[in-house]
């Protein structure tokens, strides 16, 4: 062989050794998304989008405007289309058995959880862990309001919620250590700021014009941002009267802060696609199983994180 048709051989070789695999580029992923009532969802979708496109994976989206059925039917819909894979934020943690038997294929979580009795239905779950941001709300507080009695309002997410669920166990863990913390009134805000506000004034007309209350924690700043609204209408003083804690580190959360108006959020990633990705194409690429949880960080911000400056950096970051 000339050494010319030896050159010519060793770089096809090469080539093909180190060529980005193609799998990425040929994989449909159907994402069953949960809908866009926070700030925080909305993020999300847009990430999954830009973290899709970074990997030349054909991403089709369905919005299931906040209902278990309509993602059924989504999911229904994707596996008709013969899609590689499916994502699924679930609204709800219970009532997905059947449809994931039906599935087929590799089905990855994103941001929430299924019953544990699920957990041969799919193949990882991206999460970040929502005991433990109950549990840094509730430490705050406790720090914060050291030996003082302190009532507190709940807005819980959606009902039934892995998310609601885990982030009210977290809280309560600490409430139970801290004798002066009590929770004396906790309803759903079902995650949006309109529900939000609505609870939130009713429990100012409870509590005594919410001159009893002490801190509001919110599972997500959504609903915060609605109970700040009814708070300053009724004219109290959200983060200075009444201490605010809520989750997710959204920017219209760091707005209030910069404005005194709210104290604390816990952060959570809009970037879960970007990991569910990277685990499907190394699953069809090159078999690779991934662990059963690939677990985000939850990282504490305070009024005291120049807010401004987190707002100005996290605005426009798909929120
Ligand atoms: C949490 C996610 C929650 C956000 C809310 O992982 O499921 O859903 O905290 C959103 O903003 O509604």
């Known amino acids: 062989m000339t050494l010319k048709a030896l050159l010519l051989a060793a770089s096809a070789t090469a080539a093909l050794m180190f060529a980005q695999p193609a799998s990425a580029a040929q994989l449909t992923i159907g994402f069953s998304q949960i809908g866009s009532e926070s700030g925080w969802r909305a993020a999300e979708t847009s990430v999954s989008k830009q973290e899709a496109a970074k990997r030349q994976v054909n991403l ?6 906040q209902k278990q059925e309509n993602q059924i039917k989504a999911i229904r819909s994707f596996i008709a289309q013969g899609v590689d894979a499916i994502f699924l934020a679930p609204v709800v943690a219970s009532g997905w058995d059947a449809v994931l038997k039906e599935a ?22 991206v999460t970040s862990d929502s005991v433990h941001e109950g549990e840094v709300a509730g430490e705050w507080l406790a720090k914060t309001v050291g030996e003082k009695a302190c009532n507190v309002v709940e807005l819980q997410g959606t009902v039934g919620a892995s998310v609601a669920t885990n982030r009210k166990k977290g809280f309560d863990t600490v409430v139970a250590k801290h004798p002066n913390l009590k929770v004396v009134r906790s309803q759903t805000g079902d995650f949006t700021r309109a529900k939000g506000k609505e609870v939130m004034e009713s429990f100012i007309k409870a509590e005594n014009g919410g001159k009893s209350i002490c801190a509001v924690y919110a599972h997500n700043d959504d609903m915060m941002v609605g109970a700040i609204q009814a708070m300053k209408e009724a004219g109290l003083k959200p983060g200075k009267d009444i201490l605010t804690i809520s989750i997710d580190a959204v920017p219209d959360i760091f707005k209030a802060m910069a404005a005194g108006e709210a104290n604390a959020t816990v952060e959570l990633t809009p970037n879960m696609a970007g990991p569910a990705l990277d685990a499907i194409v190394a699953y069809k690429d090159k078999g690779t199983t991934p662990p059963k949880w690939i677990q985000t960080e939850s990282k504490l911000y305070t009024a005291a994180d120049d807010p401004q400056k987190v707002y100005d950096s996290k605005k426009g970051l798909g929120y």
């Open 60 to 65: 089709k989206i369905a919005d299931a405007q």
């Open 104 to 125: 087929k294929i590799p089905v990855v979580l994103l941001d929430r959880d299924i019953d544990p009795s699920g957990k041969d239905l799919y193949l990882t779950a």
